[in-house]
């Protein structure tokens, strides 16, 4: 094959889930192209979760895996900041260096890094086995942090919105006295010189900018939407069309499709119609990982299913209810949606109760998993499978 084909494409199966477990199987070393392991009709929640967990020596190596990389790319973040700081000839002057170093190191800590490793993960899987090496896996992890970075920003951005005439906290304010500078905008241009730093001799170099000017664009356009629709009283604007475009723009893009359409340009992958398959099918993920969060909020009487609520967020919680609900119900959902009021919030969470939301959610996750297997198992060019179990294990919820 060409530099840039993809390789192990998976023997196709004799239907679309065991097609997916077959992944898992291979991954593990079990050979034999018809072992069937499903019996009458699997539910979203039994799968791919029992194929993940039926061998435990598996699952921990999987996960001690996972942690090493995590380590690995975690590691990384001293380097990132001593290149945007200390050895930066650019910025004459040691206190505005200092603050920057604090606005990175304060806001990039932490957490699981989903989308950076989504971004190494994919990279692994799409290059050239002679490709995968220690330099273009360091390549891979710097341009999994400018992921990481770019959504942080816009994290930061809607936060510092949403906080307006709150106290900030103490690294929010230059070191040197009470002068507020804008740390989400300090992070997205840094971001974009890492990015010109590693990259600019690259091949794939405009290309990975306009996916990120693009993204940050498109992420911003959908928290106006987001912030229009929650404005709305009437609750006129909650709509499925409206919920999916927020979705899309704040979800899908950054956290799905962005990673991926990045790996495949740094492995050298051009064709059309495969970055045409792969954009569908991971914004229809993110769909389905947001209505999932949406519920699982409500479901798991997590504090953020009442922000939800007294926030007046557009979720698809709000939006199917009120593809249900009679004229009075209607009234009762706008008067008591968009209250911090806990008598109010109960009130709606009943509401939804009383409309059946939990069952209809179930209807819907796994005809959507359904869906999504369906469509992994139909693409064309076959892109490897794993790419998209990836997404589906580590960010879909399975309680």
């Known amino acids: 094959m060409t ?7 998976s023997t196709v199966f004799t239907c679309v889930k065991c097609s997916l477990f077959g992944e898992l199987l291979s991954r593990r070393g079990t050979t034999g192209a018809t072992r069937h392991v499903h019996s009458s009709r699997t539910c979203f929640r039994d799968f791919p979760k029992a194929a993940l967990t039926s061998d435990r020596a598996h699952i921990e190596a999987r996960e001690s895996w996972r942690k090493k990389e995590l380590h690995n790319f975690i590691t990384l973040l001293p380097d990132i900041v001593q290149n945007l700081t200390q050895d930066n000839k650019l910025y004459e002057y040691e206190s505005a260096n200092k603050w920057l170093a604090q606005v990175l190191q304060h806001n990039l800590q932490g957490g699981e890094k989903k989308r950076g490793l989504s971004l190494l993960q994919s990279y692994r899987i799409l290059a050239a086995p002679e490709d995968v090496e220690p330099n273009n896996i360091r390549k891979a992890q710097i341009m999994g942090w400018c992921v990481e970075m770019l959504n942080t920003s816009l994290l930061m951005t809607v936060n510092a919105l949403d906080k307006t005439g709150e106290e900030l906290p103490d690294w929010y304010y230059e070191a040197s006295g009470k002068n507020v500078y804008d740390p989400a ?49 009437s609750l006129d604007l909650f709509t499925m069309n409206r919920y999916s475009a927020i979705v899309q723009y704040t979800a899908s893009h950054p956290s799905f499709k962005l990673p991926v359409m990045l790996a495949l340009n740094m492995a050298g992958i051009q064709d059309p119609e495969i970055h045409r398959q792969a954009s569908t099918i991971l914004k229809e993920m993110g769909q389905f990982y947001q209505v999932q969060k949406d519920n699982h909020n409500f479901e798991s009487d997590n504090p953020t299913a009442e922000d939800d609520i007294a926030n007046r967020k557009c979720s698809w919680l709000a939006v199917v209810a009120l593809q249900r609900v009679t004229k009075a119900q209607r009234e009762i959902l706008q008067e008591n949606y968009g209250s911090e009021d806990p008598e109010k919030i109960r009130t709606v969470k009943n509401l939804y109760h009383e409309l059946g939301l939990p069952s209809v959610f179930k209807r819907y996750e796994n005809h959507s998993y359904e869906l999504l297997c369906t469509q992994i198992q139909q693409i064309s060019r076959g892109i490897p499978h794993r790419i998209f179990l990836h997404f589906l294990d580590k960010w879909t919820h399975r309680d």
């Open 185 to 233: 905008r300090i992070i997205e241009t840094a971001m974009h010189k890492l990015l010109w730093e590693t990259f600019s001799r690259e091949p794939y170099y405009s290309n990975a900018q306009f996916l990120i000017h693009d993204t940050t664009h498109k992420a911003m356009m959908g928290h106006v939407l987001d912030r229009q629709t929650r404005g709305d009283h």
């Open 3 to 9: 530099k840039g084909s993809f390789r192990g494409v």
